[in-house]
Antibody, heavy 121, light 108 residues
């Protein structure tokens, strides 16, 4: 069974940096796009970006480009989402999810359990 | 960027049919996916590529896509179908994915 296991909840202060992870198993990590979805408290799903681990081709939501960095480590089949300087507005649940196929048009087929990030002074 | 519009809520009696719509400019030219999200849980894919169901999803869930509207239909609605539902597409013009605003399905 394909699995995506995300790192645990985080609490940070504004201005701090953070990197959360999504450890995958039981499939060929290099061959599927994997992405991140944000959900602010009480709000809907927001597409953040995706990466193709084989060549690190990355697509970002224009509204988030420059605010976050998506990366992948093929050696340990893990994807990452990182911030250089967190803001209170980054408080949200973050889900990683693997796409069903090898094209960005594919659906998010397998989801991680989510990582809650709280930014507060 | 591309916008997907959903009705905020749909109420349906048990055993009846719920239809959840997702509006977008000429959405028929795009590939639509649908997700179910229950409170406190990660989303689950229920329909992909307009009308296909992943393994394990009951055939009560079906999808269609035409003109400016994609539709997720839930037949013989059960209590366990109460959830938020989101449509999603890939917008090749802006090179990004887009989620709809979400629809909460509740039972009467």
């Amino acid at each position: 069974e394909v699995q995506l296991v995300q790192s645990g909840a985080e609490v940070r202060e504004p201005g701090e940096s953070l990197k959360i992870s999504c450890k995958t198993s039981r499939y060929s990590f290099n061959s599927y796009w994997i992405g991140w979805v944000r959900q602010k408290p009480g709000k809907g799903l927001e597409w953040m970006g995706i990466i193709y681990p084989d060549d690190s081709d990355t697509r970002y939501s224009p509204s988030l480009q420059g605010q976050v960095t998506i990366s992948a480590d093929k050696s340990i089949s893990t994807a990452y989402l990182q911030w250089g300087s967190l803001q209170a507005s980054d408080t949200a649940m973050y889900y990683c999810a693997r796409l069903r196929g090898s094209y960005p048009v594919s659906a998010f087929e397998i989801w991680g359990q989510g990582t809650m990030v709280t930014v507060s002074s | 960027s591309y916008v997907l519009t959903q009705s905020p809520s749909v109420s349906v009696a048990p055993g009846q049919t719920a239809r959840i719509t997702c509006g977008g400019d000429n959405i028929a030219m795009k590939t639509v996916h649908w997700y179910q999200q229950k409170p406190g849980q990660a989303p689950v894919l229920v329909v992909y590529d307009d009308r296909n169901r992943p393994s394990g999803i009951p055939d009560r869930f079906s999808g269609s896509n035409s003109g400016n509207t994609a539709t997720l239909t839930i037949s013989r609605v059960e209590a366990g179908d109460e959830a938020d539902y989101y449509c999603q597409v890939w917008d090749s013009t802006s090179d990004q994915g887009v989620f709809g605003t979400g629809t909460m399905v509740s039972l009467l």
